[in-house]
């Protein structure tokens, strides 16, 4: 048996692994990297939340929840929701605790698709919306996103790529990797087209904390919009909890308990502690991520300051933490752009083809990082820059 | 206001940033940052701007004590008068009126034990007002104004990620 692949199902052969794996052996490879290729907080979570964790093992919580997670962290969800984007969820049967929104995300797809059905997806965006597309054997289809527009998805975009089998569209915003957001008026232009073509939307929304100059808007609060859309939110980013793997799902009853069904086969429960830390971060995590927002805000500032001193064009991103500036001026691939820094400078960036062909010609350079990180990457890019400014 | 109570934040954890700095992070400008620390500094709002050093590491063994120091008011001035002149000696760090079982907590940093036994029985306990003291030495630190002596947690996440 010399070649198992033969026996891989046609769809897992037909995905690419992520673009990103071959980057991360390069950079591990090499030594006094100074990282802006990381997609998580650079805080560890606050204490008061790995307590509780602490807590509730000493206390025995050790054992499964029910499918849809622990009631009281249902109940806090509702709360959240409610009183920051003025949505109500009941607790009982809309809305559904994940294993991250990586989870989510696969099963909402999986609830939603049907061999062949379209799945309308903006890019350049997170990797995973179109191989989980097509591993719920759907087909992706992308919608172009440009810098000139700040990466928002324009109605005249999303109409030209509706066909009889368009089903779903996934709305990734704040985004990764631009930082773009869709503002209320932004999502407002696309609910007609949304509700003409009988629509479901994906709405993920992990990064809706991490909004500057303003507050996030969910599509899901719009008019006719609420039992179209299933709103994906989670704790990584806001609450700095990654490695917890804690998300949840929220939306019609109908959808909710076909996403149920698919996670109570596969998935069970999400872990008992994480779900015990997500209930003391909704509870009493909310100042400390105020602060944290505000600091990454400060640090948005300083990296997009420095990107315009070293003559990087960057339109200003409003969410996540995530600046995509152009290379234009090198005339480099974004691979290529990539490659050469870290090798002549020691800065990690993510090629911004990874997210999506609308991506090339950029770079993402995340900002969870350190001042003097971010104020020495910067020196040793504008260096890198002025070497190779394209004649 | 907002801005004052910005600037200040920053520079408790950090002072060694500079206006310009400053003024990047919070999308103002530099000369408004400048007139603003200015007048805090002025106001005595910032009292000054120091390190903090983990000496012990450093390889210096000066000794802490914190001691607590029962007091007799006076008349009109209550504890102040006593307080600031507490306060006035070099080797006294911090002094703080508590409630409670005692009145001030002087913490003094000296050479050696000899120096804090002196400072004790020679200037401290001879005041007129002062009844008693108890002293406490501090054998190790572990935080100190919000910074961990002995941090473990670095960054550990991985270098890229999607």
Not at chain 1, 12 to 19: D, F, H, T
Not at chain 1, 235 to 248: E, V
Not at chain 1, 328 to 356: D, R
């Amino acid at each position: 048996m010399n070649n198992l692949t033969r026996h891989l199902s046609r769809a897992v052969n037909s995905i690419a692994p992520s673009g990103i794996r071959k980057f991360f052996d390069l950079v591990s490879q090499t030594q006094g990297v100074i990282s802006l290729g990381v997609g998580e907080p650079d805080f560890v979570t606050p204490w008061h939340i790995r307590e509780a964790c602490y807590y509730s093992l000493e206390k025995g919580y050790t054992m499964y929840t029910s499918n849809l997670g622990l009631p009281e962290l249902r109940e806090e969800i509702a709360a959240y929701m409610l009183r920051g984007f003025g949505i109500e969820y009941d607790p009982a049967d809309e809305i559904l605790v994940t294993v991250g929104v990586s989870e989510a995300v696969d099963l909402a797809l999986r609830s939603l698709v049907d061999p062949g059905d379209e799945v309308l997806i903006p890019e350049p965006s997170y990797v995973s919306y179109a191989p989980g597309t097509v591993l719920a054997y759907g087909k992706p289809v992308l919608l172009q996103t440009t810098a000139d527009n700040e990466f928002r998805l324009t109605p005249e975009e999303l109409a030209a790529r509706i066909t009889p089998r368009s089903k779903v569209l996934v709305l990734p915003y704040p985004n990764n990797p631009t930082g773009g957001i869709m503002g209320r008026e932004d999502l407002t232009k696309l609910v007609d087209i949304i509700i003409d073509n009988d629509l479901i939307v994906i709405s993920d929304e992990i990064y809706c904390e991490l909004t500057y100059n303003g507050r996030h808007a969910s599509i899901a609060a719009l008019p006719g919009m609420r039992d179209r859309t299933i709103v994906l939110n989670g704790f990584s980013k806001a609450f700095a909890m990654t490695g917890w793997r804690i998300g949840y799902a929220c939306g019609n009853p109908a959808i909710i308990g076909a996403m149920t069904k698919i996670h109570q086969y596969t998935m069970l429960c999400a872990p008992i502690m994480s779900q015990m830390a997500a209930i003391e971060a909704l509870r009493h995590g909310e100042p400390r991520m105020r602060e944290m927002v505000e600091e990454y805000d400060y640090r948005r500032r300083v990296i997009l300051k420095g990107f315009a001193e070293i003559g990087l064009d960057c339109f200003e991103p409003k969410g996540a933490f995530y600046t995509f500036p152009s290379i234009q001026v090198t005339g480099m691939t974004s691979e290529e752009f990539a490659e050469k820094l870290l090798m002549e400078e020691k800065v990690a960036v993510v090629p911004g083809n990874a997210f999506g062909p609308s991506g090339e010609g950029f770079i993402r350079c995340c900002y969870a990082a350190s001042l003097k990180q971010i104020e020495e990457a910067i020196e040793r890019m504008g260096r890198f820059v002025t070497r190779h400014r394209k004649k | 206001m907002d801005l004052e109570r910005k600037i200040l934040k920053l520079y408790e954890k950090n002072a060694t940033l500079s206006p310009r700095q400053m003024a990047t992070m919070l999308g103002v400008d530099e000369e408004e940052i400048r007139a603003l620390i200015t007048k805090l500094e002025q106001e005595k709002i910032i009292l000054g701007y120091n390190a903090i050093i983990n000496w012990e590491k450093w390889g210096d063994n000066g000794v802490t004590a914190m001691i607590d120091v029962k007091v007799t008011p006076e008349r009109e001035v209550g504890f102040d008068s006593i307080a600031e002149r507490v306060s006035r000696f070099p080797e006294v760090r911090c002094v703080y009126l508590m409630s409670g079982t005692y009145d001030l907590s002087v913490v003094v940093q000296c050479e050696n034990m000899k120096d804090v036994a002196r400072f004790i029985s020679d200037k401290l306990a001879t005041l007129d007002h002062v009844q008693s003291t108890v002293t406490h030495f501090v054998l190790k630190r572990y935080k100190q104004d919000n910074f961990l002596f002995d941090d473990p947690e670095e960054d550990r996440r991985l270098v890229v990620s999607p």
